[in-house]
């Protein structure tokens, strides 16, 4: 793919509505040239439906959509520059590898001879070189995504869409995947927008993180940005899963602030926030818990699971349960244990709603 061809995407005030029921408020996002961004958030938030919007298969009720400066609001799905790698790789189960990637461009008029040559090419691009003979139920899963992935890429489009594409992949196999795929959107620079509803697949492949709830954006900006930064309980929570603990904000000193968790005390940046009651997203791997009866942060384990590498606790307190996640195996502590609870320099920040 030439990453000339990658086209930015506008989403200008788009609306969207089925009948009396609105999918999509108002809905105004960029994504540049060649970044990969991600819509991420639950089910019916929106997020498939705004890339349908964007591939043609569902049009606006209101609002622009633009595809590398040009207006395609209205435009069908073949008149767009953009390809769509679906969830369940669309692959024609009676045509061999190379033949699925050639499919498209041999219906755009190439001839046969060109597009095989470029349908090879792209198989060499997705590290299936060689294994163009070999029909679809050859292959395995992340072998047929790859295929996929091929046929979207040889038609060289402005924006590639992938939707859900590792959902029909075990764990194992999503995680090299994912991999696979971002290694090859920076390599080759061209401009995708990804769907999905896996925080950690999110947090893996994305330039850009787009949350949504519904039918509008609950916050955006880097994987970093999102996990550190939450602008809200949903985000702490939807991102990497957070503890979202009341708090008293003491003082601000600068950037930093003060805050106080029953008889705890600790800093943390400010984020803008006031002194007065807050909120505080605290990753499950920011928690120390040591046995001991009294402390000014204390609680109970309720729940232990040694998982191999780290225990996970369940920790009643005064302000709600605690998720732990422990690394220290070699000191499980059992249920019922008083515990001093105490918090790490990172994992830790002031929800800025």
Same mark, same amino acid.
């Given at each position: 793919m030439n990453p000339a061809q990658a086209g930015s995407v506008v989403f200008q005030n788009v609306r969207k509505t089925f009948g009396a029921f609105t999918a999509i408020h108002d809905l105004s996002l960029t994504v540049e040239p060649g970044t990969l961004v991600t819509l991420l958030g639950p089910s019916g938030c929106g997020k498939t439906t705004t890339l349908r919007m964007l591939a043609g298969l569902e049009h606006p009720s209101s609002g622009r959509i633009l595809i590398g400066g040009k207006d395609v609001t209205m435009l069908p799905a073949n008149e767009r520059d953009v390809s769509m790698v679906f969830q369940s790789y669309a692959l024609f189960p009676h045509m061999n590898s190379l033949d699925n990637v050639a499919y498209g461009l041999e219906s755009s008029g190439l001839s046969k001879k060109e597009a095989r040559q470029k349908a090879e090419h792209g198989l060499e691009l997705v590290g299936l070189a060689g294994m163009g003979r070999r029909l679809p139920a050859e292959l395995?899963?992340?072998?047929?995504?790859?295929?996929?992935?091929?046929?979207? *890429?040889? *038609?060289?489009?402005?924006? /590639?869409?992938?939707?859900?594409?590792?959902?029909? *992949?075990?764990?194992? /196999?999503r995680r090299r995947v994912r991999t696979e795929i971002r290694e090859l959107q920076q390599r080759l620079q061209f401009t995708a927008v990804y769907v999905t509803h896996d925080q950690d697949e999110a947090l893996a492949v994305s330039d850009k993180i787009v949350v949504m709830k519904d039918g509008g954006i609950a916050q955006e900006g880097s994987p970093r940005d999102l996990y550190e930064a939450p602008a809200s309980s949903f985000i702490a929570d939807f991102i990497g899963e957070a503890n979202v603990v009341p708090c008293e904000i003491i003082d601000i000193s600068g950037t930093q602030a003060t805050v106080g968790i029953e008889g705890l005390r600790h800093v943390v940046p400010a984020r803008g926030a006031r002194p007065g009651r807050?909120? /505080? $997203?605290?990753?499950?791997?920011?928690?120390?818990?040591?046995? $001991?009866?009294? $402390?000014?942060?204390?609680?109970?384990?309720?729940?232990? $699971?040694?998982?191999g590498d780290h225990i996970e606790y369940e920790a009643e307190t005064s302000g709600g349960t605690l998720y732990i996640v422990d690394p220290s195996v070699d000191r499980p502590l059992p249920p019922g244990t008083q515990v001093a609870i105490g918090l790490k320099n990172r994992g830790i920040a002031i929800i800025a709603e």
């Open positions: 395995s899963g992340g072998q047929q995504q790859r295929v996929a992935v091929a046929r979207a *890429l040889v *038609l060289e489009p402005q924006v /590639l869409l992938l939707d859900e594409p590792l959902s029909n *992949l075990d764990a194992r /196999l807050g909120k /505080l $997203a605290v990753r499950p791997n920011a928690i120390t818990v040591e046995p $001991a009866e009294n $402390a000014a942060f204390s609680g109970r384990i309720r729940h232990a $699971a040694y998982l």
